[in-house]
């Protein structure tokens, strides 16, 4: 079927890593495919139901004994299309034996479907019988005729279309068989990752409140260590100020002790001089 371009990425060396990934986590792309591949379906069935409300609008109605007729020529003719198409598949891989098995099968059928035709031929005018009556595959939902050829036959159930559906539909049912369990496994991996989830968000911020609280006692120890380093570079700038200034006070006490002394001693030599 034209679907388009396919949008995803189709490379060998991240299939490879998918692999890998999934052989270490589970992904459930399993129920992915199996939702993808019911839309593959669903859309068959409905053309198909389509096709067949179409049918049974435009083409005439046939009574119920040259239905059955015309129901039996249809079914050997798809058995002897199924059966051509899978010969020539095996000829082509090399199996000639089987291959060779499968054509004489095939030679029965030829015989009883030329039978059945007969029946349906006799069983209604022959201006009806011209008419090419159509059935609907229920596999891919297209059209086969009564009139069609072996070769036609062969063309539409060897063909990609009709082998994908089969493929589908095989693939559907695998799936399908173990949806319920593969549903509860993701509904169990869903809560215990919600749980995880949980628990990290509550480390996190248990981890954000200490932090923030460690956070603000740094400030405040450095603010504490920011004021000692001033205290202290105060103080010594006070030391070192007495420091320079004490030479200075020290020589200016013995200027003034000397100016007194010297003041005494000249005051005892007047009074001394005064009394002789």
Not at 63 to 85: D, F, T
Not at 184 to 210: A, C, P, V, W
């Amino acid at each position: 079927m034209d679907l388009g371009e396919c949008p995803k990425i189709h490379d060998l060396a991240l299939r490879a890593d998918f692999e890998k990934a999934q052989s270490h986590k589970d992904y459930f792309y399993d129920l992915d495919a199996m939702e993808h591949l019911q839309a593959f379906i669903s859309d068959c069935d409905r053309r198909t139901e389509a096709a067949k409300q179409r049918l049974a609008e435009t083409q005439e109605e046939l009574s119920a004994e040259v239905a059955v007729k015309a129901n039996n020529v249809h079914e050997l003719a798809e058995q002897i299309g199924q059966k051509l198409a899978k010969a020539e598949q095996l000829g082509e891989e090399g199996f000639v034996e089987e291959s060779m098995k499968l054509m004489e099968e095939v030679d029965e059928f030829r015989k009883k479907k030329l039978e059945a035709e007969q029946e349906y031929r006799n069983s209604m005018p022959a201006s009806s019988y011209q008419q090419q009556k159509l059935r609907v595959c229920e596999v891919c939902s297209a059209y086969l005729g009564i009139h069609d050829n072996d070769r036609r036959l062969a063309d539409h159930f060897g063909g990609k279309l009709h082998l994908g559906f089969i493929k589908i539909r095989e693939k559907l049912i695998e799936l399908e068989a173990t949806a319920e369990k593969r549903k509860e496994e993701k509904r169990k991996s869903m809560r215990d990752r919600d749980r995880d989830f949980e628990r990290e968000e509550r480390y996190r911020e248990r981890h954000r409140e200490q932090y923030v609280g460690g956070r603000e006692l740094d400030r405040r120890s450095k603010r504490h260590r920011s004021k000692s380093r001033e205290r202290n570079r105060h103080t010594e700038k006070d030391k070192d100020r007495d420091n320079r200034s004490r030479p200075y006070r020290s020589r200016s006490r013995s200027r003034d002790r000397n100016r007194r002394s010297h003041s005494r001693h000249s005051n005892s030599s007047d009074k001394k001089r005064d009394r002789d």
